[in-house]
């Protein structure tokens, strides 16, 4: 009877640990199969990565389409069937010039792809592109339906450096705006006007701290916005008396709308933060939750610039006041120099967290309680190939799917890029 019991419960055991188990297998490997310059050399392509359902968006800032890094992204469609990825289109500006670096930021949201072009026009000033799917679909060359701009451009701005898009609003950071001071940055924000995105646009509203965090802040390097929440952060800001420690801002769109110039709702810190953490260097948010990349960041008894990622959930009298994290995100078996937190990309309960100085990507499952404490990763990605080819610099997930690019491989042509597709198997076969 005993043996009978512990047999029992060793099974159940066994289903539970398969329930909850995920298994992330690689389905398919990117690359620019259209060469748009010729030769596919030093393209980096895996820039940046985006996907929305079965599109995916791949930039290739330094490919050479009309010019020397003009840059370039690459449409895929996935078959979910099949699970076959096939490049589909290819997006280039009709009035592209040298080192523009297009592609160095995309976004998808349906069938409006926003592409960053963060070295455009004279002196680094930055656009950011507009694409919509064509009547015909996503197929072949296209150029921009719309261009955006800051109506206060200027001079090493890098407007573009990052783009994201929600239904009909956009957001574009600039990171080296230097209004408030030199290169603290500035978030814009593009409402879609009523006759469609078309011609050369200007922003409705720009968004900036209410206390300037000083020269170099970096607001804009990364951005991410869902419905009327916009979430960024100065990267390099100085926090109670620590240089780059890194601070994060929500902005919450007013009830008179985007409009004119506004600031922070809430701000966001690590309970636990240092000097040159870096808090913000990457940032996502989805259903009311908020992560932020610290790749710097040396939790007590880590290893040095061992990294870490930081969740904030939305409290429930919203995103207001100052507002620390409710999850560490850490690696189980982090090295030095590994910088977790590099990028990251957030969809339901899942986050994956790219890294800057190992080939690796991390996956994170929210925990039955939530996102709360300390947690380690329940799955471990690294790259099947050799050399420093900078593997989960960028990273995307979709419901059951991540792609991480590593835009420095050398399997086709040097520094050419490559994109690798995994699913969870585990939740494709429906058993989550």
């Given at each position: 009877?005993?043996?009978?019991?512990?047999?029992?419960?060793?099974?159940?055991?066994?289903?539970?640990?398969?329930?909850?188990?995920?298994?992330?297998?690689?389905?398919?490997?990117?690359?620019?199969?259209?060469?748009?310059?010729?030769?596919?050399?030093?393209?980096?392509?895996?820039?940046?990565?985006?996907?929305?359902?079965?599109?995916?968006?791949?930039?290739?800032?330094?490919?050479?389409?009309?010019?020397?890094?003009?840059?370039?992204?690459?449409?895929?469609?996935?078959?979910?069937?099949?699970?076959?990825?096939?490049?589909?289109?290819?997006?280039?500006?009709?009035?592209?010039?040298?080192?523009?670096?297009?592609?160095?930021?995309?976004?998808?949201?349906?069938?409006?792809?926003?592409?960053?072009?963060?070295?455009?026009?004279?002196?680094d000033q930055g656009r950011a592109y507009i694409f919509e799917k064509p009547e015909s679909g996503w197929a072949?060359?296209?150029?921009?339906?719309?261009?955006?701009?800051?109506?206060?451009?200027?001079?090493?701005?890098?407007?573009?450096?990052?783009?994201?898009?929600?239904?009909?609003?956009?957001?574009?950071?600039?990171?080296?705006?230097?209004?408030?001071?030199?290169?603290?940055?500035?978030?814009?924000?593009?409402?879609?006007?009523?006759?469609?995105?078309?011609?050369?646009?200007?922003?409705?509203?720009?968004?900036?701290?209410?206390?300037?965090?000083?020269?170099?802040?970096?607001?804009?390097?990364?951005?991410?916005?869902?419905?009327?929440?916009?979430?960024?952060?100065?990267?390099?800001?100085?926090?109670?008396?620590?240089?780059?420690?890194?601070?994060?801002?929500?902005?919450?769109?007013?009830?008179?709308?985007?409009?004119?110039?506004?600031?922070?709702?809430?701000?966001?810190?690590?309970?636990?933060?240092?000097?040159?953490?870096?808090?913000?260097?990457?940032?996502?948010?989805?259903?009311?939750?908020?992560?932020?990349?610290?790749?710097?960041?040396?939790?007590?008894?880590?290893?040095?610039?061992?990294?870490?990622?930081?969740?904030?959930?939305?409290?429930?009298?919203?995103?207001?006041?100052?507002?620390?994290?409710?999850?560490?995100?850490?690696?189980?078996?982090?090295?030095?120099?590994?910088?977790?937190?590099?990028?990251?990309?957030?969809?339901?309960?899942?986050?994956?967290?790219?890294?800057?100085?190992?080939?690796?990507?991390?996956?994170?499952?929210?925990?039955d309680t939530g996102w709360t404490d300390t947690i380690t990763e329940t799955n471990l990605i690294q790259e099947?190939?050799?050399?420093?080819?900078?593997?989960?610099?960028?990273?995307?997930?979709?419901?059951?799917?991540?792609?991480?690019?590593?835009?420095?491989?050398?399997?086709?042509?040097?520094?050419?890029?490559?994109?690798?597709?995994?699913?969870?198997?585990?939740?494709?076969?429906?058993?989550?």
């Amino acid at each position: 009877m005993i043996k009978i019991n512990i047999t029992i419960l060793i099974f159940l055991m066994t289903i539970s640990v398969q329930i909850n188990a995920t298994v992330w297998n690689e389905q398919a490997q990117l690359v620019a199969d259209i060469s748009l310059d010729g030769t596919g050399d030093n393209d980096e392509f895996g820039s940046a990565v985006a996907m929305d359902a079965n599109i995916i968006v791949v930039g290739a800032k330094a490919n050479d389409p009309v010019a020397a890094n003009s840059g370039a992204a690459y449409v895929y469609l996935v078959n979910e069937a099949t699970g076959l990825t096939t490049e589909i289109a290819q997006l280039v500006v009709s009035n592209g010039t040298s080192s523009d670096l297009l592609g160095s930021s995309v976004a998808i949201d349906g069938d409006v792809i926003v592409v960053g072009a963060y070295q455009a026009y004279s002196n680094d000033q930055g656009r950011a592109y507009i694409f919509e799917k064509p009547e015909s679909g996503w197929a072949g060359v296209l150029n921009e339906s719309a261009i955006l701009q800051a109506s206060n451009r200027g001079s090493n701005d890098e407007f573009g450096f990052s783009v994201d898009i929600d239904f009909e609003t956009i957001v574009v950071g600039a990171r080296g705006e230097d209004e408030a001071s030199g290169a603290a940055g500035a978030l814009y924000v593009f409402e879609q006007p009523n006759d469609g995105w078309s011609g050369v646009l200007e922003e409705d509203a720009k968004l900036i701290p209410s206390v300037s965090q000083g020269n170099n802040g970096y607001l804009g390097r990364s951005v991410s916005i869902e419905g009327d929440v916009i979430v960024s952060a100065a990267y390099l800001a100085t926090v109670n008396g620590n240089d780059d420690q890194g601070h994060g801002y929500v902005f919450v769109k007013p009830q008179a709308g985007w409009s004119g110039t506004l600031t922070e709702s809430a701000e966001l810190l690590a309970s636990d933060g240092q000097q040159f953490d870096k808090l913000g260097i990457s940032v996502d948010m989805d259903n009311g939750t908020i992560v932020l990349g610290a790749y710097l960041a040396e939790p007590p008894g880590s290893n040095s610039n061992q990294g870490a990622a930081y969740v904030y959930t939305q409290p429930n009298g919203g995103w207001s006041g100052t507002i620390f994290e409710s999850a560490i995100l850490v690696s189980s078996k982090p090295g030095n120099n590994e910088e977790l937190g590099f990028a990251v990309s957030m969809h339901k309960n899942t986050i994956a967290v790219g890294t800057g100085g190992y080939d690796r990507t991390y996956i994170f499952t929210e925990p039955d309680t939530g996102w709360t404490d300390t947690i380690t990763e329940t799955n471990l990605i690294q790259e099947d190939a050799s050399g420093d080819n900078d593997f989960g610099k960028s990273v995307a997930v979709y419901n059951n799917r991540v792609v991480v690019t590593a835009l420095l491989d050398d399997d086709l042509h040097t520094n050419a890029g490559k994109a690798y597709v995994y699913i969870d198997e585990i939740f494709k076969n429906g058993l989550e």
